[in-house]
């Protein structure tokens, strides 16, 4: 092999790479998957993920990117030793990331490589991810968004300065201690019982300390409660009297009125809520409206669980953060479970607790939910 071909097989891995980040930006998994040998590997151990053949790594990509809110990824020219038809190298990598379900970080990591010469030029027979530093710190900016996608000229500039300055993109960043001890202070003169807590951790910890074993308990359909782990905490094992695998077993043509009647009169109500005003009012949103009656007093007693990035100024902020983040959210994962976008449909305000001891609010100094 003379020079000229090894400087040609440089330049062409170099940009077998940066096709690799290009693909992943523009979400164009098909192409990423076909800058693999047909037998290539991806490996992500930090996840852990390991894809084996086009199929699987264009499958397990849009699986991955259905995830994520946005996804920035660049990459920094590494090492590239050749050997004939195949070569190994390295790629250095930076990537801000957040997910729809809040997480979110930034992290700079190294792709170890494996390449091959084919037919179809140099691909990758293998790529090995490894993490060298992250920071799940929450990400200040959002990402820009046109109604019709990605735009350029005066049309996408207009969209990048509203992205950037309107207040949704505190929907997804956490309130800081300030706005968390005046939300507090708020709700408490309105009724609820308050509580800071650290994080999910922490609210599962005391859930088991507020709820008495053998009470009857309905849990909300909360990914704050999913990602918590309260939800598999009340609704598995026999602790509780927990109302929801009774309704799930019960057939829903014929057993409508019992169904009604469980998910309306709990002795408590587990849940999270969609915002929470820094003058004290907590607002649910639901499709069906079937968990509302108990979060609105049907329950004897209520907790809700919630994630930091909900606290906004006013009402009016909040039913703007129903309808502009957690619907979309929402229409993601009921599409997913129920094969049905979301709607709101009904709206619970709750101003105040008008009994005292019935309603607390384990308020987090964490994103969590959405």
Known sequence: MNDFQAIADRVEIEALRGEFTDAAMMRDRP????????????????????????????????RLQ????????????GT?????????????????ARALDGRQGLNYA???????????????????????YLDTSPLTGTAPRTEQGSATGPAAVTAVVTATTAPAASFTAPAPAERLERTAAALRANGFATEILDDAAAARARIRDLLPE???????????????????????????????????????????????????????VVNSVAAVTETGTLVLASGSGSQLPANAGGA?????????????????????????????????????????????????????????????????REAVGY
């Open 31 to 62: 192409r990423l998957a076909s800058l693999f040998t047909p037998d290539g590997v991806l490996r992500m151990p930090n996840i852990p993920v390991e894809q084996v053949g086009r199929e699987e790594i264009r499958a397990g990509g849009e």
């Open 66 to 77: 259905s995830q994520w809110d946005f996804f920035v990824q660049t990459t920094h020219p």
């Open 80 to 96: 590239i030793r050749l050997d004939g038809d195949t070569a190994t190298g390295r790629a250095y990598i930076q990537e801000l």
């Open 110 to 132: 190294v792709y170890h490589d494996r390449y091959r010469r084919t037919a179809e030029g140099w691909r990758f027979a293998e790529r090995v991810y490894e993490v060298r």
């Open 214 to 268: 053998g009470a009857c308990v309905l849990t909300g359909a909360s990914e704050t409660l999913r990602l918590s782990g309260i939800d598999e905490d009340i609704n598995t094992g026999d602790r509780y009297d927990a109302v929801r695998p009774r309704v799930l077993a019960i057939d829903r043509a014929t057993g409508a009125d019992e169904i009604r009647r469980l998910l309306a009169g709990p002795e408590y």
């Open 300 to 364: 004897a007693h209520a907790i809700w669980i919630v994630g930091a990035q909900k606290v906004v100024p006013d009402l009016e902020t909040a039913l703007r953060r129903v309808e502009e983040h957690a619907l979309p959210l929402e229409n993601i994962r009921a599409q997913a479970v129920y094969g049905r976008p979301s709607a709101v449909n009904r709206l619970l305000v709750l101003n105040a607790e008008p009994h005292p001891g019935r309603g607390t609010v384990l308020l987090l």
